[in-house]
Structure formats: C-alpha cells, structure tokens
C-alpha cells in the first residue's frame, strides 16, 4: 500500500510547443518496491499522459528505458525509488546525446557507429554445413563472455565524458563490442575492426576516465575493453613495421 | 531535436570526474618537475655557486609551497595510475586475472622498495 510519497522532477522537451528543455514536478504516491520506471508509469497513467520516455521489459535486459537520475545514468528499471536520495527523484535524458522529446534522445549516432564495428561473427570463408557447427571450449567463451553481456543501453556513452566532448569519439559500447568478437575464436574480422578502432576517432581517445565501467548495469567493463585494444592495435601495428609481410596473418 | 550541450564546471560534479582531472593535471605537472630536475642539472654544470644558489632559491617558503603543490599533484597522478593498472591490462598468473586490488598493492610495496634502494645509494649506502 502506497503510504509515501515522493517528488519526481522529470526533465520536459516538447519541440512543438518549447525552445529549450525545462523540468516539471509531479508528486506521486510509492511503496518500497517501486522502480523509478514504475514512478514514470504512475505519471503517465494517472497524471501526466504527454510524459514521453522509452521502455520494454522492466527486468534490465531490453536497455530501453535508461535516464540520468539524480545525475547518475542508470537504468531506470533497476533504480528503486527508496534508494535514490533526498526526497526528489532528478531524472533527465541520458546526457551527451540530442534530445528528441521528453527523456528519449536520439540513438541514431550510436547505431552507425556500431556498425562500424562489424558486431557479428566475421569470417572469411563459411565451412560447409555438413562440418557441423564451430565448437568452442569453455576458456574460449570466457575469453569474450563478459563483453558479451551489454545489451546496447547507452549508459557508457552517458557517462562518458570523452564521448561528451567529442561526438565523433567511437566510444564505450561500440569499442567493448568489437573487442568480444575479435576475443571470439570464430571470428576473422579483427584488422578490419581494428582499422576502424584505430583511427583518430577511435579507441585513442579514450583517457580512461573509466565512468562507462561504473555505470555498466551489466558489469562489462568497456573501459578495459578499450585498452586492451589499445594493446592489440599497438601489438599489430608493431608487426606491419617490423615483421615481413608473409609471417604477418 | 535539442542539441546535447555540457554544461561548464562539469568535473566537479562528480567525485569520479575530479579524480580524473587530478590524474591529468597531475601528469603535467609530472613533466613540469622532471623539467625541474633537469634544470637542477644544468645548474649543477655551471658550478658550486650557481647550484647553490639554486638550491637556495628552492629553499624560500614560497618555492617550498609550490613544491609541495607539485608534489602532491605528482602523488595523486602515480596512485590513480596505480590504481587503474590492474584494469588496463590484467595481469594474470593463473587464469584468473589479480584483482586491480591486489595489482595496486603490489605497486605500492614496489614503488617504496624501489624508493628505499635509491635512497640507499644516494646517501651513501653503497
């Protein structure tokens, strides 16, 4: 039974009708186990239908329904409304990105950027099906496993504050996903990721502010990810000066 | 669609985001001490008198405080670093890698070994 209440100060931009963004409170009714997401649902449900802000599965596996709250990009589907603090929940959209209307920004940078990176198993030559599937050993899953993990929420380029100064910064999530599939033992696309994540846009950038790592709702550390790239970018770029051409793969 | 804009002073709201900007900070003032030390050198080559004059003129209370600053910044610049070893490259004996704990640790019982053995010789140990 809903016995507190709280004050949630939800950022608004409605480009029909505003010049810049603006905050609106709304006081609502909550119990323990409400997320913030389920305060954004109460709002718009019972006071406020215009509220617009992204969601799906409410069990942080879609990565739709990520926020700034309380200045802190999180998953607003994780966040419980008791553990955030003070006695107002803050929720803006995710920073360093444009925003279209209310709490949903525009992704569409991050998706070219991705795919960029070729996220998908690269081979050169597929081998027949009648070889049967390509079978990995359990070290061999490890070796990417926890890169696997992201889910695609953008808290890492919230966070960022590279990515915040440089829109054109290849960022957390693209990098952390190239490296699972170079990591991958199926996989043969490493240079062609690699010329991608080696350029003056790419993985260099990052100063390893190491904040994509904190806010990480699936702990999948793309600020490690990043330099250990580092290492195979510099490692690969050492052989094409010093090793001759028919001992390089 | 409302272009993102950072807002000015942007590092201090995070505790995180200072720490980082100490680091960087910390790793020019890291170049500005070795230049320090290498201009000690020069003096040092042109003669007593010169290099203690220097020496003296590090010695006021106002070189001393900016000294200490500088050092400080030095400090900061060498733990953060420390501390994010372990994550920048994992190093591993077994199959696990250390944890940046353990890593950071080993760091710091190195660096004073190490400091302790310059030391030594400088004061004439050897």
Known sequence: MADKDVVFRVKRYRPERDVEPHYQDYRIPYTDDM???DGLNYIKDNVDPTLTY???????ICGSCGASINGTPRLTCETFIKEVRGRTVVVDPMPNFPILKD???????????????RPFIDRKEEK?????????FPEEIEAYRQQSMCINCMLCYAACPVFGASEHFIGPAASALAYRYIRDSRDEGADARLDVLSTKTGIW??????????VCPKDVDPAGAIQNLKVLASIRQMRQLLMPKWTRR | MYPWKRRAGWWLRNPRFLLFQARE????????????LLYM??????GVASYDAFLAMLSTPVALTVLALLFA????????????IGKAQPIRFTKKPLRAGTVFAINIVLWVLVSGAVLFVVFGGL
């Open chain 1, 35 to 37: 997320v913030v997401l």
């Open chain 1, 54 to 60: 992204r969601w799906s599965c409410r069990m942080g």
């Open chain 1, 103 to 117: 709490l949903v920004v525009d992704f569409d940078d991050f998706l070219r950027k991705l795919h960029e990176v």
């Open chain 1, 128 to 136: 027949p099906l009648a070889e049967g599937e390509y079978i990995q």
């Open chain 1, 205 to 214: 950038e990052c100063t390893f502010v190491g904040e994509c790592s904190v």
């Open chain 2, 25 to 36: 900070a910390g790793g020019f003032v890291s170049a500005l001490f070795g230049l320090l």
């Open chain 2, 41 to 46: 050198l020069v003096r040092y080559h042109e």
């Open chain 2, 73 to 84: 910044f030095v400090m900061v610049h060498a733990l953060t670093w420390f501390l994010l």
